[in-house]
């Protein structure tokens, strides 16, 4: 018997998000897609259902804010919040709330892009958060939770980040500085992020992983190997 699965997606309109969309829309092993947006995205599909929600007012949701697989791709930065506790709040405090939201409906696996460096403990604000987010997850009781920690993440946008253009450029035109111990800096296509996401999800796993962004391009290859992707 074939079970089909349901999937949570959050940060659907974002660079990983929305390919991560595209790969769950043609996965066969999903009946339904959900997504929480802020803006209606601009796509019809039969599996596709769109809650557009308050994210100040998550728990007006709770019903909704559930699936068998939560893919989560929200996140922003702190120059676009416009402080450290705007970014805080929704790197951390929406993320923590839809993870224990979509628990409480009965999700069994989570799987979040946080960033290289996560850490509770790092004195670095951007990492701290990320890693207090991690901790927060990994509390829920989720039967298992998948970690993307991805160094610089390259791919189209609307809008221009310096950080992103510049390794972009390196990556391209210097691909020996990302060597030897330099090489888990070298940056990484959110489409190869969000398409591990996916195929990942299809397999059994139990607890906390981590992958960062050479075990994603790892994977990738192996998937790539068996003439899959
Ligand atoms: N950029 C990098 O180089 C990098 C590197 C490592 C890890 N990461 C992390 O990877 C994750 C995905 O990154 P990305 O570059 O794909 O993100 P992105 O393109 O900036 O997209 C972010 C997503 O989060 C949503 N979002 C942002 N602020 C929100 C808010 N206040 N309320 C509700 N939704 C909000 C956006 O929705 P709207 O369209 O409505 O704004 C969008 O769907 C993030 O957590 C990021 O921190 C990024």
Known sequence: MI??????????SGLVGRHCLDFLLAETSYREVRVLVRRPLDIEHPKLVQYQV???????????????DVFCCLGT???????????AKVDLGYTAEIARLAFNNGAKLFLLVSAMGADPGSRIFYNRIKGEVEESIARCGYDSFLVFRPSLLLGERKERR?????????????????TGFLKK????????????????????????????????RSFYGQVQGLGRA
């Open 54 to 68: 308050n994210f100040e007012l998550l728990g007006d949701y709770k019903d909704v804010i559930g699936a068998d």
């Open 185 to 216: 800096y070298r940056p990484i296509a959110g489409k190869m992020v969000a398409y591990v996401m996916v195929e990942i999800a299809g397999n059994q796993w139990q607890g906390k992983h981590i992958f960062e962004s050479e075990k994603i």
């Open 77 to 87: 930065t702190i120059k676009k919040a416009g402080s450290k506790s705007a970014f």
């Open 162 to 178: 310096f950080g992103e253009e510049l390794g972009q450029m390196l990556s391209r035109w210097l691909p020996f500085a990302f």
């Open 3 to 12: 079970i089909r699965k349901t999937a949570l997606l959050v940060g659907a």
